[in-house]
């Protein structure tokens, strides 16, 4: 790092990024902001943007009309036990694709990801019927499997690339040591391992947390999460800005909040684990 | 004193365990519509008079079709009760997935249902489903942007008035606009407005051989009058407003007149979110002298899927949420006002509800309303702003969405016609007509 | 390297994943096709018979079919254009040296955890309204006509809204793939001269090369089934009719099930199309 930066060329950068930065934020911001005002503040002419009356009545009424923290609970349940199931069926295929591979191994991670891009309307009708079927409709077990499923590929891709980047030579130095497999696996493996399974995890949480084709279809009142939460706010009566800020902040801040707490991972997951 | 209230504590045990006994948890689809949204903040009453709990699920309009429609088709079983319009009735039972409504007993009054509305809820003369409210449409206006054009709507305007007072009312530095109609596509959305007012114009969706009428100069009349008018009048970005986007211009006061439900009345008129609610007249969807007014007639009713393990307790939840005793209740607490309206006809002729500004027209205005006649040449088809076959909802979101593009700019009324034309002559002819 | 024993182990931890999907995979497809051949009717008493390729004729010749096929490509490949290239300007000012970066990535990436539903609703109303909407606001401050988004730039709105969700994800995978670049490398061409576009666009683009196929990749799976956007804001009107919502359409609206299972079938093409000329690309470029 032999460059020398000059100050004023730093705090360019840094107002040019902030700026940036903040505009790509703003419509969270906004909406945020937003969920605070009467109503009547929220659509007035010219915007208020910082100065108005804070008030909580629409939370308030929000709260009133459904109950936030069943949904909210559905919610973790169905993204985090999809996830878990996920890892659990996912970490052994990846692990054997990474350290055993074969000339089919990339086709075969190729042909998990083309899974994703069946169109979900398309088999909408045959999914129920077998939900049916099996009284899996408006349970989140349903969900929990049907979102593993949807998001399996992309945790096998991930773990795989990043079990890749873990040396052959250490397992191999380990096992010289007299190590057994037993050991190998708990004190070699799991701690390098886990920094690239917390990424997965996070994002499949969120990717899960977002879904809302199946999570809307497939469920009523027990299983509901605050997908189908949100989709009771879209269009209401009459004014209206002000109770879906406050609806669509609460349905994304458990979430923002996860992603804040966990930047580090989140990071690396965020970029599936392809890039170094 | 002490042996009357281990008396009274008995008598409640009584009660509690023989409710108990029965107590269901009835699972119900809704719209998110404000009426719907009060009855979910009257659940206590019912819970406390018949022990059964209810979970609500609450939807946007589009959302809760989607639902509800792949629920009952492929006979998922996830509702007990089931919010559905005129138009889902009929073809429903038909398929014979609704439990029949006929057997509510005497204390429920089916006879005072409104006849229009309970004609529209049957199949073959019997009821599946209980009207929650119905509705016409109705001409909202601004009085005193009427009196400052320095005009007078009269009770029974025709569109010609219409169109020459929005033209006059019409202020766009100000952000005033003279009419606000539905354009956002959709069969429940323009298709709606556009196919009542086609009657008025003398168009029709079908002739008596299912022949698609799109290329008759009455439905030319009717588009291009629709357009230009909304053009001149209306505001910025009308082929995306429907319903809740014209209530929102409506209630900030931007719009002098707005041809919609009469069940808007109530929320345009309320001073809590309406910036105008004191500034407020009511007339009859306008004509065109032809014999049809532009009024249609729906009603949101409750229905009981076939096959539902809690028959009884979902009649009981549908006996309680359509009575007379759950007006009186709405009108306790939040005025008369805010009852759901349109559906009983003793509410009509209640001293208290007569008091209410637009009580008088919303009766008027669903007696004007004929879905069994509704054209001026014969069809085929029973209802007002859509035709009660399977295939209208699929067919007229399409048609809604060249209308909703035409008024947009984006094709001519004849394009949108041509197009129009097709697309229902093939998929009329899909489903083997 | 490895043994026999240690092959037939892998082949059974790789069993559970290949046989779920396997199965996930086949028996909706077996049903949609199944389906597809039938004329199948909910609202008119459900199965009424084989019906040969009448669907599949139908779908095909219908007058929303290509222009659908169209949108999807629009939007598909309108987002990507605009996430790699906001993406990699955006990286490329991430990586240089300021203050609070850690920050300024959190405000960056946060569009992510945004539901789609949300997305598109609160751009929908809060900021594409043309009476209400804050870029009305903007314009009526700057004395021109709002513009009523959502109709006259009907295509163009949807790949804002997608492309706001999906840039932070390009960004962060080309942050990363920029941090490896070896710095050596840009000062030895910065000492002999090379202007910093030169040596952008020799050095750091082919650099880049690999993370931008990952971002196509990923991208693609998830934009070729936007649903929600569409759904919420214009219901596939003015021309935003992608063919995920023509079988929505078809499916729920028009209750037909045969039809939109044909669809459903011409979908899978299309997306084993892309799937192909995709792998082809990723094939090489994921070598490592």
């Keep these: 790092m032999a460059r020398s930066v000059t100050t004023r060329r730093k705090t360019l950068n840094t107002l040019f990024a902030w700026a940036v930065g903040l505009l790509i934020f703003f419509p969270i911001l906004w909406t945020i902001l937003t969920s605070f005002k009467t109503e009547a503040q929220a659509i007035s002419d010219p915007p208020v943007f910082l100065f108005f009356d804070w008030t909580l009545e629409n939370y308030a009424a929000v709260q009133e009309r459904s109950n936030y923290m069943r949904f909210l609970w559905n919610s973790v349940i169905i993204a985090g036990g999809s996830t878990l199931l996920g890892l659990i069926i996912a970490i052994p295929a990846a692990w054997s694709m990474a350290f055993v591979p074969s000339r089919h191994t990339k086709d075969i991670l190729l042909w998990m990801l083309s899974t994703k891009m069946l169109p979900a309307v398309g088999v909408l009708y045959p999914i129920y019927l077998i939900f049916i079927r099996m009284g899996l409709l408006d349970t989140k077990t349903g969900l929990v499997v049907v979102l593993m499923l949807i998001n399996l590929p992309i945790i096998v891709w991930m773990l795989y690339t990043y079990f890749k980047e873990i040396p052959g030579e250490i397992l191999e130095a380990a096992r010289m040591d007299g190590a057994t497999l037993k050991e190998e696996i708990l004190y070699v493996l799991t701690p390098m391992a886990i920094p690239g399974i917390a990424s997965t995890l996070l994002l499949n949480v969120i990717l899960a947390w977002n879904e809302a084709f199946w999570t809307l279809n497939l469920t009523a009142a027990k299983a509901a999460p605050l997908t189908a939460f949100i989709a009771s706010y879209s269009s209401p009566e009459g004014l209206f800005y002000a109770k879906l800020s406050a609806a669509s902040t609460m349905a994304i801040a458990p979430i923002l909040i996860l992603g804040w707490f966990s930047q580090k991972q989140l990071v690396s997951g965020l970029t599936f684990g392809a890039v170094k | 004193m002490?042996?009357?209230?281990?008396?009274?504590?008995?008598?409640?045990?009584?009660?509690?365990?023989?409710?108990?006994?029965?107590?269901?948890?009835?699972?119900?689809?809704?719209?998110?519509?404000?009426?719907?949204?009060?009855?979910?903040?009257?659940?206590?009453?019912?819970?406390?008079?018949?022990?059964?709990?209810?979970?609500?699920?609450?939807?946007?309009?589009?959302?809760?079709?989607?639902?509800?429609?792949?629920?009952?088709?492929?006979?998922?079983?996830?509702?007990?009760?089931?919010?559905?319009?005129?138009?889902?009735?009929?073809?429903?039972?038909?398929?014979?997935?609704?439990?029949?409504?006929?057997?509510?007993?005497?204390?429920?009054?089916?006879?005072?249902?409104?006849?229009?509305?309970?004609?529209?809820?049957?199949?073959?003369?019997?009821?599946?489903?209980?009207?929650?409210?119905?509705?016409?449409?109705?001409?909202?206006?601004?009085?005193?942007?009427?009196?400052?054009?320095?005009?007078?709507?009269?009770?029974?305007?025709?569109?010609?008035?219409?169109?020459?007072?929005?033209?006059?009312?019409?202020?766009?530095?100000?952000?005033?606009?003279?009419?606000?109609?539905?354009?956002?596509?959709?069969?429940?959305?323009?298709?709606?407005?556009?196919?009542?007012?086609?009657?008025?114009?003398?168009?029709?969706?079908?002739?008596?051989?299912?022949?698609?009428?799109?290329?008759?100069?009455?439905?030319?009349?009717?588009?291009?009058?629709?357009?230009?008018?909304?053009?001149?009048?209306?505001?910025?970005?009308?082929?995306?407003?429907?319903?809740?986007?014209?209530?929102?211009?409506?209630?900030?006061?931007?719009?002098?007149?707005?041809?919609?439900?009469?069940?808007?009345?109530?929320?345009?008129?309320?001073?809590?979110?309406?910036?105008?609610?004191?500034?407020?007249?009511?007339?009859?969807?306008?004509?065109?002298?032809?014999?049809?007014?532009?009024?249609?007639?729906?009603?949101?009713?409750?229905?009981?899927?076939?096959?539902?393990?809690?028959?009884?307790?979902?009649?009981?939840?549908?006996?309680?949420?359509?009575?007379?005793?759950?007006?009186?209740?709405?009108?306790?607490?939040?005025?008369w006002a805010n009852v759901p309206p349109g559906a009983r006809k003793s509410l009509y002729e209640n001293e208290n509800y007569k008091e209410v500004p637009f009580a008088k027209m919303t009766l008027e205005s669903i007696l004007s309303a004929d879905p069994t006649n509704p054209t001026i040449d014969p069809v085929p088809y029973v209802g007002v702003q859509f035709a009660a076959i399977p295939e209208f909802a699929g067919i007229a979101t399409q048609v809604g969405q060249e209308f909703s593009a035409a008024l947009a700019g984006q094709q001519t009324a004849e394009e949108a016609l041509a197009k129009a034309q097709a697309l229902t002559a093939d998929e009329m002819e899909a489903a083997g007509y | 390297m490895a043994t026999q024993q240690s092959r037939s182990a892998a082949r059974i931890m790789m069993a559970p994943a290949v046989i779920l999907l396997l199965g996930w995979m086949l028996v909706p497809l077996t049903m949609t096709v199944w389906f597809s051949f039938k004329k199948y009717l909910p609202l008119r008493g459900g199965d009424l018979g084989w019906t040969g390729f009448d669907n599949y004729v139908r779908f095909f010749t219908s007058s929303a079919f290509w222009p659908s096929v169209q949108a999807t490509l629009v939007i598909v490949g309108g987002v990507l254009a605009i996430t790699i290239v906001f993406g990699v300007l955006l990286a490329a000012l991430l990586n240089q040296p300021m203050w609070g970066r850690g920050i300024v990535r959190i405000l960056v990436i946060a569009p992510f955890f945004v539901m789609p539903t949300v997305s598109a609703l609160v751009w929908k109303n809060m900021f594409m309204d043309p009476v209400n909407g804050l870029f009305a606001h903007l314009w009526k401050l700057f004395g021109a006509e709002p513009v009523s988004w959502l109709s006259e730039a009907s295509l163009e709105s949807i790949i804002l809204i997608v492309s706001w969700q999906w840039l932070p994800f390009a960004t962060l995978i080309l942050l990363t793939a920029i941090q490896s670049l070896d710095s050596e490398q840009l000062e030895a061409a910065e000492m002999d001269g090379a202007p910093p576009l030169k040596r952008f666009g020799f050095i750091t683009l082919p650099h880049l090369s690999r993370a931008i196929t990952v971002v196509v990749l990923i991208q693609t799976i998830f934009l070729l089934s936007i649903f929600a956007e569409i759904f919420v804001t214009t219901q596939g009107a003015f021309g935003t009719k992608t063919l995920t919502y023509l079988i929505y359409q078809r499916v729920l609206e028009s209750q037909n099930v045969g039809l939109g299972s044909a669809g459903g079938v011409y979908a899978i093409i299309l997306a084993n199309i892309v799937a192909i000329f995709l792998m082809r690309i990723v094939g090489k470029n994921l070598d490592t």
């Excluded at chain 2, 959709?186 to 007012?197: Q, R």
């Excluded at chain 2, 808007?264 to 049809?292: E, H, I, Q, W, Y």
Aim: a negative charge.
């Design chain 2, 2 to 335: 002490s042996l009357l209230n281990a008396f009274r504590a008995a008598t409640a045990l009584t009660v509690l365990v023989s409710t108990s006994a029965f107590a269901e948890t009835l699972t119900i689809a809704t719209v998110n519509n404000g009426d719907m949204i009060r009855m979910q903040g009257f659940t206590e009453d019912f819970t406390a008079k018949t022990g059964h709990e209810v979970e609500w699920v609450t939807l946007e309009e589009n959302v809760l079709r989607q639902r509800v429609t792949t629920d009952i088709s492929a006979k998922g079983g996830q509702f007990d009760i089931m919010t559905i319009g005129m138009y889902e009735t009929p073809i429903w039972a038909k398929n014979e997935w609704l439990v029949p409504l006929d057997d509510l007993g005497d204390e429920y009054d089916a006879g005072d249902i409104l006849p229009a509305m309970a004609g529209g809820l049957s199949y073959e003369g019997t009821l599946y489903a209980a009207p929650f409210y119905g509705e016409s449409s109705m001409i909202m206006y601004r009085t005193d942007l009427m009196e400052a054009a320095g005009m007078e709507m009269p009770d029974a305007p025709t569109w010609d008035f219409v169109a020459e007072a929005a033209r006059a009312m019409t202020n766009k530095d100000k952000e005033i606009y003279g009419i606000c109609l539905r354009g956002k596509a959709g069969w429940g959305e323009n298709m709606a407005f556009l196919t009542a007012t086609g009657n008025a114009f003398g168009a029709r969706w079908f002739d008596e051989d299912w022949k698609p009428q799109f290329d008759s100069e009455a439905w030319a009349n009717t588009l291009n009058f629709y357009i230009e008018l909304l053009n001149d009048a209306g505001p910025p970005g009308a082929s995306n407003n429907g319903f809740n986007e014209n209530l929102s211009l409506f209630q900030q006061g931007k719009c002098g007149m707005w041809i919609d439900a009469t069940v808007a009345a109530s929320f345009v008129t309320n001073p809590d979110d309406s910036t105008v609610a004191d500034k407020v007249g009511f007339a009859l969807a306008p004509d065109t002298g032809l014999g049809r007014r532009s009024n249609w007639l729906w009603a949101w009713a409750l229905a009981i899927p076939a096959g539902t393990q809690k028959e009884d307790a979902a009649k009981e939840f549908v006996k309680w949420a359509t009575s007379k005793e759950y007006i009186e209740l709405v009108a306790a607490k939040d005025g």
